[in-house]
């Protein structure tokens, strides 16, 4: 078996939050933005700078923008896509992985809100997405999922004048194919929502990576765990983080997680 174990001396493990997670049975861990930011993808804020500066979430995430302008949208979530696709999954993801093989567990359920892939890329296969995935299309008018057709973007001018990609069209119904990926306005799937809840309720742990928290409903989470009695800890390097009650851990995910699960393990025995 592999341990991806980042071996960091003396790097300061909260005792609790080990304790935590060697008597939890079931533990769920929700992720944000931050737990890909060591894998070089952007959190939300920060893809906003550079070439796509002059555009707000308003353009670029709702389905007005895409009906607005599809090709300006499209190649928005093109260029993400690609840099997922160049990104590899970081010690933090592994550490997760790990978690759920090594601990004995009898479930690690991972919630992200992420649209990247590096959680399956690290092995984990119980990952709900409740944001959606820049991996899996579909069509505008139907419905229908669509298979990624690899687009020639060679040729795009790097000063974005066009960093436009028209969508592919629907080969069922010849509607435009949009993002597989949850809007800002949207809905999320109730699948994958319900099948949140339920893990969160059943869950003895919750550990919170790399959110702001803003995003609602994925935001209310950490208020149900605690509801039904689970302890939160909430793991973000940002210190101002209103994280209320909670315990927090001011660590990244990349050295935080693979230190409590190396923790863990050590403390086993
Ligand atoms: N990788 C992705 O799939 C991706 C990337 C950008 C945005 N999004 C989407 O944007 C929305 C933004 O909400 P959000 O709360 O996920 O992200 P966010 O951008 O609002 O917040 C990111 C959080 O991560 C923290 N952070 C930064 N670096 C970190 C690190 N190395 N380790 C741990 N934490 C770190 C920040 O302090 C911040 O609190 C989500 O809906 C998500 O779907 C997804
Ligand atoms: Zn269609």
Request: net charge negative; aromatic share 6%; hydrophobic share 40%.
């Amino acid at each position: 078996m592999n341990i991806h174990l980042q071996e960091e001396p003396g790097f300061f493990v909260p005792p609790e939050l080990i304790e935590g997670v060697r008597a939890a049975r079931r533990i769920v861990v929700l992720t944000g933005a931050g737990m890909s930011a060591e894998s070089g993808i952007p959190t939300f804020r920060d893809a906003l700078t550079g070439l796509w500066s002059k555009f707000d979430p308003q353009t670029l995430a709702t389905p007005e923008g895409f009906k607005r302008d599809p090709a300006l949208v499209w190649g928005w979530y093109e260029a993400r896509r690609r840099g997922v696709m160049r990104a590899v999954p970081n010690a933090g993801h592994l550490a997760l992985h790990d978690l759920s093989t090594l601990h004995g567990i009898d479930g690690l359920t991972i919630v992200t809100q992420n649209v990247d892939d590096l959680h399956e890329r690290a092995g984990s296969r119980q990952v709900i997405h409740l944001h959606g995935s820049l991996f899996a299309p579909r069509c505008l008018a139907c419905g229908r999922p669509t298979e990624h057709v690899e687009q020639d973007a060679a040729g795009l001018k790097d000063d974005g004048s066009d960093r436009a990609i028209p969508p592919p069209r629907c080969q069922h119904c010849g509607g435009l194919v949009r993002p597989g990926v949850v809007w800002f306005g949207e809905d999320l799937s109730q699948q994958e929502w319900r099948q949140a809840l339920e893990r969160v309720r059943e869950a003895d742990l919750l550990l919170v990576v790399g959110t702001s928290g803003k995003v609602y409903p994925a935001s209310r989470l950490p208020e149900i765990a605690e509801n039904n009695g689970a302890p939160v800890w909430v793991i973000n390097p940002d210190p101002d983080l209103d994280v209320g009650a909670w315990a927090v851990w001011n660590a990244t995910a990349a050295t935080a997680l693979p230190a409590l699960v190396g923790a863990c393990i050590a403390e086993k025995g």
